[in-house]
């Protein structure tokens, strides 16, 4: 029942922007902390940015300046604005929505991966 669809991945210059969003069902949105993870070929998964069920935000280092991670919670979307992209951005971005243990109902979903590739 609970799905995680990402879209606005593609193909762009470097130097040029996208903006990622993550449509949640099946979650109660407004209490869930969502993240956007990346992937790139070779390398590990990444936390790029996550932003609380209480609006605080944060980011890799890699990231910070460039990246603005935020939320409609009419909408149950969670957003991922990018600037600024370098070539090393390229990856999978993965959506993630999580709620910790200490909520008394804690869970763990991934979405299915939008593809981003920065090159000339």
């Known amino acids: 029942q609970v799905q995680l669809v990402e879209s606005g991945g593609g193909l762009v210059q470097p130097g040029g922007s996208l903006r990622l969003a993550c449509v949640a069902s099946?979650?109660?949105?407004?209490?869930?902390?969502m993240n956007w993870y990346r992937q790139a070929p070779g390398k590990e998964r990444e936390l790029v940015a996550t932003?609380?069920?209480?609006?605080?935000?944060n980011y890799a280092d890699s990231v910070k300046g460039r990246f603005t991670i935020s939320r409609d919670n009419r909408k149950n979307t969670v957003y991922l604005q990018m600037n600024s992209l370098k070539p090393e951005d390229t990856a999978v971005y993965y959506c993630?929505?999580?709620?910790?243990?200490?909520?008394?109902?804690?869970?763990?979903?991934w979405g299915q991966g939008t593809q981003v590739t920065v090159s000339s």
């Open positions: 099946g979650i109660i949105f407004s209490h869930s902390a």
């Open positions: 932003i609380g069920n209480g609006g605080s935000t």
């Open positions: 993630n929505a999580y709620r910790s243990v200490y909520s008394g109902y804690e869970y763990d979903y």
